[in-house]
């Protein structure tokens, strides 16, 4: 069982950026991933970005290309996803989760934070 916790997330006007943490202690046994995922109010969670700590991979969702970046400290078992050029329809609770496969469908993550709210306002 994987332990993650979110950190870095706050309210920033558009155009802005932030940067997120996802500190983690334990991991699966496999292939290490870790996913990032969002939910806004009413809305259904959707698919970040992705790396592996093994390979190296990642994987980026649409709303991320060019302006989202993933990167991590092995020192620190942290990952981090760094948000570039945030937009208004950027505000949601932002989760990292623990899987064995660089995907993005959520099912594939079988342990999740708590998730930290990033609010962008216009």
């Known amino acids: 069982q994987v332990q993650l916790v979110e950190s870095g997330g706050g309210t920033v006007q558009a155009g802005g950026s932030l940067k997120l943490s996802c500190a983690t202690s334990?991991?699966?046994?496999?292939?290490?991933?870790i996913g990032w995922f969002r939910q806004a109010p009413g809305k259904e969670r959707e698919f970040v970005a992705a790396?592996?700590?093994?390979?190296?991979?990642?994987y980026y969702a649409d709303i991320a290309q060019g302006r989202f970046a993933v990167s991590r400290d092995n020192a620190k078992n942290t990952d981090y996803l760094q948000m570039n050029s945030l937009k208004p329809e950027d505000t949601a609770v932002y989760y990292c989760?623990?899987?064995?496969?660089?995907?993005?469908?959520?099912?594939?993550?079988?342990?999740w934070g708590r998730g930290t709210q990033v609010t962008v306002s216009s």
């Open positions: 790396s592996s700590r093994d390979s190296g991979g990642t």
């Open positions: 989760a623990a899987g064995t496969s660089v995907s993005a469908y959520d099912r594939h993550y079988g342990d």
């Open positions: 334990g991991r699966p046994s496999g292939n290490f991933v």
